[in-house]
């Protein structure tokens, strides 16, 4: 690491970069193409901070250039990374980052390593024919919904500075360009490992295995063999992940294999969006045509492709093909029980009940009917979680909020609400301390797409980031019962929802 000089732009920590450093075989160096005229959208000081980045002078016009791909910051050696990835369950061999760079990894105070890339930052060996470009709208999206997924508790990427361009992205209509700076545990995808088996030698597969084991799981370095360690501790995250995702009713939208960290971040946020009334089938994506990522099927999906990272690790998992395809099939048949065990504690999460010396089957078929009352009723996931706490605070009589949600159902809703109150009587706790703990963890706003969707329209439209500004003031405190009742609480109009599409901004 060189001590930094005064006068060349930099972020006020050193770089380190082991990827390009020590993966070059699954990288290219690349630089950013300068954005011709910039301007700030947004800067997240807070982040920056925590990053122990050099927040003030960022802020400023040297920020401005950093991020707009202007001036390389001092120690930043970018590059594009390599990556295939089934897409839709098709397999492309060599997709990689065709609008997006590496510039670099920094360590913060604790000595966590992060990853520092653009988005949007102009085209690359990868590009097969796109322009690298990204639009005002879906940069400023990425921004709210990890921002959103990040105060939610949820693992993410996190977004440290959005700029404008200057430029005219050409989409279906002409658009305002922007570029992102997103910060990681680690850029590293199933489509990674599945890109590095391609290249036929298992030397670049080895070196990235041992990479990742360094970087995410060093304990695992003299685990026998650690492809299958790796492999295991890559479920565990991604199914407490999606058990997260769930919980909250989000729907990433592309679950590619491409899409999906060896960190356990939730990452490239493209056509993603909340549900509202509770529905497995829920899909916003308008490529989604199949529903092959509607809400209720990321579980499944999930698996499918730890599948696809299991195929790509089997030279490294045994020496004979067969007993490889064994021991990893052994594994991956295990994820059903596995993401169980998360959903399970996601759900007792929400409804308030404690673990201990409780029966797995009697509480997930307690919270499983909740669940089908919600879609039978269709009532709002995230109001429909918030609101159950109210019942045991007003202990007797359900609160009208929670029956006018329910409608037509309320009747039906109250047989559930005495099996419930019963089961929580077992725990023995105060009613409060249960409260707490729920309203901890069902949060009373989520973006609404309505909402989201305002504010990048009036971002991209009319250049006015005040919609913005104020939405994301909100989803950063998700839980705060200040906002209950409010506007920001509500569902999108059923016209609206009935029609809600997102795209995945390309
Ligand atoms: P995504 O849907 O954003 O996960 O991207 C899938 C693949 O398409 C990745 O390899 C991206 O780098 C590439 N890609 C997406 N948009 C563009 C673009 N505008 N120009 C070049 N490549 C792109
Ligand atoms: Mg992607």
């Not at 990894?105 to 470009?133: I, M, N, W």
């Not at 407490?240 to 995702?245: E, G, I």
């Not at 919270?367 to 007797?396: C, I, K, M, N, P």
């Amino acid at each position: 690491m060189e001590n930094l000089q005064v006068n060349t732009p930099h972020l006020g920590t050193p770089f380190d970069n082991t990827y390009a450093r020590e993966l070059p075989g699954l990288c290219v160096p690349w630089q950013p193409r300068p954005a011709p005229q910039p301007h700030w959208l947004r800067f997240n000081e807070a982040l920056a901070r925590e990053l122990g980045l050099d927040a003030d002078r960022l802020a400023s016009d040297e920020g401005l250039a950093i991020f707009a791909g202007q001036r390389v910051p001092q120690g930043a050696e970018p590059v594009a990374q390599a990556y295939s990835g089934h897409q839709f369950g098709g397999f492309s061999p060599r997709l990689g980052d065709g609008r997006a760079l590496l510039l670099g990894e920094v360590l913060d105070q604790q000595g966590r390593r992060h990853d520092v890339a653009f988005k949007g930052s102009g085209a690359t060996p990868f590009s097969r024919g796109g322009d690298g470009k990204a639009a005002v709208g879906p940069v400023l999206r990425e921004y709210l919904i990890s921002e959103a997924m990040h105060a939610l508790g949820i693992p993410t990427t996190r977004t440290l500075a959005a700029v404008a361009t200057g430029e005219v992205v050409r989409r279906q209509t002409p658009l305002p360009g922007a570029v992102l700076t997103r910060t990681a545990a680690s850029h590293i995808r199933v489509g990674t490992f599945q890109y590095a088996a391609t290249q036929g030698d298992s030397d670049t597969l080895e070196r990235l295995l041992y990479y990742v084991i360094r970087r995410h799981d060093p304990e695992l370095a003299e685990a026998d063999p650690p492809a299958l360690a790796l492999l295991r501790a890559v479920m565990d995250r991604q199914a407490s992940l999606v058990a997260r995702w769930m919980g909250v009713g989000f729907i990433h939208g592309v679950m590619n294999t491409d899409n999906m960290t060896l960190s356990g971040e939730t990452i490239d946020y493209g056509p993603c969006a909340f549900m509202e009334a509770h529905d497995p089938d829920t899909v916003f994506s308008s490529i989604d045509h199949q529903g092959r990522y509607a809400y209720g099927n990321q579980p499944g999906i999930a698996q499918w492709n730890l599948a696809r990272l299991a195929e790509a690790l089997l030279p490294l998992v045994h020496t004979d093909p067969d007993e490889a395809v064994a021991l990893a099939t052994a594994e991956i048949n295990a994820y059903p029980a596995l993401y169980e065990r998360h959903w399970l504690a996601e759900l007792r999460r929400k409804l308030g009940l404690t673990a201990q010396g409780a029966d797995d089957a009697a509480d997930l078929a307690l919270a499983h009917d909740y669940l089908q009352l919600l879609t039978r009723w269709r009532v709002d996931h995230t109001l429909g979680f918030r609101g159950l706490s109210e019942v045991l605070r007003r202990s007797g009589g359900t609160p009208p909020t929670l029956t006018a949600l329910f409608g037509d159902g309320a009747a039906a809703l109250h047989p559930w609400l005495d099996r419930w109150t019963a089961r929580l009587g077992l725990q023995g706790e105060p009613m409060q301390a249960v409260t707490e703990r729920m309203d901890a963890v069902n949060p009373v706003v989520i973006p609404r797409n309505h909402r989201v969707e305002e504010a990048l329209e009036a971002a991209s439209e009319a250049g006015d980031l005040q919609p913005f500004e104020r939405l994301l003031a909100v989803i950063q405190r998700p839980f705060d019962a200040a906002w209950v009742g409010s506007a920001w609480t509500e569902p999108a109009p059923p016209e609206q929802t009935a029609c809600y599409q997102t795209f995945c901004g390309t």
